[in-house]
C-alpha cells in the first residue's frame, strides 16, 4: 500500500521511529474504539433477548426483571408465539403487553441494528434519487415513497383520479 513507508522508516533515528510508532499505536487504538462503538462485544448477560426460553437463568444478571424473565420462560403460548414471529414481532408486540419492562429492556439491545440498517438503507435511495441530472428537486415525497414497506394500489389510485379530458 505504501510502497517508500518501510524506505523512510528506515531512514529515521530512534526518535523518529518512537515517534511513528506512537502515531501509529494512537490511530490504531482510536480504530478499534470506533470498531467497538460500531460493534460491541457479545454480552453473556444478553442471551436471554436472543432465546429468552433457552437461557439459563444463573447466566443472568439479577434484576427485578428476573422474575419476570423466569414467567416468561414458562409460559408455553409465548414459546409457541417465539417459534411463529421473528424476534422483534415477539417482543414487540406478544410480550410488550404483559412484560413490558423486559420487552421495552430487549428492544434496547435489539433496536441498534435495525436503525443503522434504516440509515444505511436511506442514504442509498437518497444516493439513486440525487443523480446530477435531479440535483435542484426536492425529493422529500420521492424519498418517502422509495422508503416505504407499503406497495401503493395503482389501480385504486387511478380509477379515483378525476380525469377532466375523457377524449384522449
Same mark, same amino acid.
Given at each position: ?13 530512534? !526518535? ?77 408486540? !406478544?410480550?410488550?403487553?404483559?412484560? !413490558?419492562?423486559?420487552?421495552?429492556? !430487549? ?62
Amino acid at each position: 500500500m505504501f510502497p517508500n513507508a518501510c524506505h523512510e522508516a528506515k531512514e529515521l533515528d530512534t !526518535a523518529g521511529k518512537n515517534a511513528l510508532n506512537e502515531t501509529i499505536r494512537a490511530h490504531l487504538n482510536k480504530l478499534q474504539d470506533r470498531f467497538n462503538d460500531y460493534f460491541p462485544e457479545k454480552h453473556v448477560d444478553d442471551d436471554w433477548v436472543r432465546d429468552p426460553f433457552g437461557v439459563e437463568m444463573e447466566s443472568v444478571t439479577p434484576s427485578n426483571e428476573e422474575s419476570q424473565l423466569v414467567e416468561l420462560s414458562c409460559d408455553r403460548l409465548l414459546k409457541k408465539k417465539f417459534t411463529e414471529v421473528t424476534l422483534p414481532q415477539f417482543w414487540c408486540s !406478544a410480550v410488550m403487553t404483559e412484560y !413490558a419492562s423486559l420487552a421495552t429492556h !430487549a428492544m434496547k439491545i435489539i433496536l441498534p441494528f435495525s436503525t443503522t440498517c434504516l440509515c444505511e438503507s436511506g442514504f442509498s435511495a437518497l444516493v439513486q434519487l440525487k443523480t446530477k441530472q435531479r440535483n435542484k428537486l426536492n425529493i422529500e415525497h420521492d424519498l418517502r415513497v422509495a422508503l416505504s414497506t407499503i406497495t401503493p394500489d395503482f389501480k385504486t389510485l387511478v380509477r379515483n383520479k378525476k380525469h377532466p379530458q375523457l377524449s384522449h
